[in-house]
């Protein structure tokens, strides 16, 4: 049985909706490679003279509050971003933190009219010297242990999921890890693969270091059928299986809501109900036999920490 895991005590809400503080743009440019068809961009804000200078640690977010009005005349709330740079600041730079951010756009169903969501947009078009109203820091569970290099990792991430996992990653790297760190992403396209070059250096550089992509549009499983970050756990069995049975390894989660249920019904398949939470009811069963409104019932145990939106 795994010894209990130590988390920092991290701070949170410095700065509140109420009373947001103003951040600089520094850098806003485009994540995806050319001919995506998302839209997502990588940006820095300077958060000097700020009381949110330093406080920001991986895996936390960051508010942030669109100029103007909603369609009911009120001020618009604050959007959470997580951060994706690492908790020394970008660069190194304790006054610099950087997020990632997709720009939602969606066509309404019944009106056939473009939706394009208020607050993405709105940083999105920001240029560098701009003016942004922010919070924060939010979040104080989605963070790495104290001492992370004493454990193993599996990162799982959808699409702009990866966002917190570039600051672990980069903050893993700084502690001199030599634990495995495995990383298995998932996206549309190959032009979407956030972060390739970044991950991709690590992976023929570090030993440790495993990049598993998932592209689900282009690059099918066997079967044919879409592959999405769990059919990994199955797929790539020989690389993962050694790491889900180290006693000191804890899984995280973080995109796309309900991307969970998927990692959780495998890892129950194959017998690692250490990672979750299962009713007793359940456990009186053989897991291969679990239905899926069984596997709804699932939570992830304290092995696991799971962020989606
Ligand atoms: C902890 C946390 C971390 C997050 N981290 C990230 C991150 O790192 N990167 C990232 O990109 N996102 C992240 N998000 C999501 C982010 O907070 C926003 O929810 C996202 O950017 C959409 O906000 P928006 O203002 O652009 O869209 P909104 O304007 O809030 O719209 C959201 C959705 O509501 C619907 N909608 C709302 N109003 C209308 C309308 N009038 N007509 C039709 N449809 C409508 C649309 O379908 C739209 O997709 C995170 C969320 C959380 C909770
Ligand atoms: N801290 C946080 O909580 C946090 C941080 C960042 C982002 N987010 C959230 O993460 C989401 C990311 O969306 P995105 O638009 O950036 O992603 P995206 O680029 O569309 O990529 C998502 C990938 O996941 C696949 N997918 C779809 N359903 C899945 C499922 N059930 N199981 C596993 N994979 C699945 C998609 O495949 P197909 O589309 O081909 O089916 C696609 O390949 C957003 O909702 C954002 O709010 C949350």
Known sequence: MIREIEYPDVE???VRAKEPVEATILENYIATAAGSPNFIRHITFDLRNTPLEG????G??????PEGVDEKGKPHKVRLYS?????KGENGEAHLVSTT??????????TQEIYTGTCSNYISSLKPGSKVKVTGPSGKRFILPKNPQEYNYLFFAAGTGV???RGMVMDLMDAGSTNDIALIFGCPYRTDLLYKSYFEDLNTKIPNFHYLKSVSREEPRGDGSKYYVQYQLIDNRELIEPILKKDN???YVCGLKGMETGIYQILAQQGYLDYLRVSDDLLTK????????????????????VEVY
Request: glycine content about 2%; overall charge negative; hydrophobic content about 40%.
């Open 101 to 110: 951010v997709k720009r939602v756009i969606d066509e309404h169903w019944e």
């Open 286 to 305: 053989d897991p291969s036999t679990w239905s899926w409104d069984d596997i709804k019932t699932l939570k992830p145990s304290d092995r696991m920490h």
């Open 249 to 251: 390894t804890i899984i």
């Open 55 to 58: 406080k920001f640690v991986a």
């Open 83 to 87: 951060v994706s740079s690492p908790s």
């Open 60 to 65: 936390q977010s960051i508010g942030v509050i």
């Open 12 to 14: 949170i809400n410095v």
């Open 163 to 165: 966002a917190p996992f």
